[in-house]
């Protein structure tokens, strides 16, 4: 009997990158605020070597001044992610893949269970919006 494992992994392939991709990213994507992330995201036509979903983590400078609070923040959204990863697979349709860009914009630090709250609240929303 063979069991559909779920894979908690978010390797390199799956970082978004790129210049072309990323400007493609910010300005054709959809917008949503979900405090406190900004959330871009651009669904395309399903790529055979690409990976369904590409995620693009971002903590202003501006905001943090110090590199290892601005690590601690992105550690804490990739984690959060790669356990709610998914949720938002599933909700992808099919031959369809997405970018997304998850973007922290509080300018305060915010648990680990909060920001996957707000991750998980975004699966739920982009299955309504394809």
Same mark, same amino acid.
């Given at each position: 009997? =063979?069991? *559909? &494992?779920? *894979?908690?992994?978010?390797?390199?392939?799956?970082?978004?990158? +790129?210049? @072309?991709?990323?400007?493609?990213? %910010?300005?054709?994507?959809?917008? *949503?605020? =979900?405090?406190?992330?900004?959330?871009?995201?651009?669904?395309?036509?399903? *790529?055979? &070597?690409?990976?369904? #979903? !590409?995620?693009?983590?971002?903590?202003?400078?501006?905001?943090?001044?110090?590199?290892?609070? /601005?690590?601690?923040?992105?550690?804490?959204?990739?984690? #959060?992610? /790669?356990?709610?990863?998914?949720?938002?697979?599933? #909700?992808?349709?099919?031959?369809?893949?997405?970018?997304?860009? %998850? =973007?922290?914009?509080? !300018?305060?630090?915010?648990?680990? !269970?909060? @920001? +996957?709250?707000?991750?998980?609240?975004? !699966?739920?929303? @982009?299955?309504?919006?394809?």
């Amino acid at each position: 009997m =063979i069991e *559909n &494992t779920i *894979n908690f992994r978010f390797p390199k392939k799956e970082h978004l990158t +790129g210049k @072309i991709n990323i400007e493609r990213l %910010l300005k054709e994507g959809k917008i *949503n605020k =979900i405090y406190p992330l900004r959330i871009i995201y651009l669904f395309l036509e399903q *790529n055979t &070597t690409e990976p369904k #979903a !590409s995620v693009l983590i971002s903590v202003p400078k501006a905001k943090f001044p110090s590199a290892t609070q /601005r690590n601690l923040i992105k550690r804490r959204i990739r984690e #959060a992610y /790669r356990l709610h990863k998914n949720l938002i697979l599933k #909700a992808i349709p099919q031959n369809k893949m997405l970018h997304l860009g %998850l =973007i922290y914009i509080s !300018s305060k630090f915010s648990k680990f !269970s909060e @920001i +996957g709250d707000k991750i998980r609240m975004f !699966s739920e929303l @982009i299955r309504f919006d394809v």
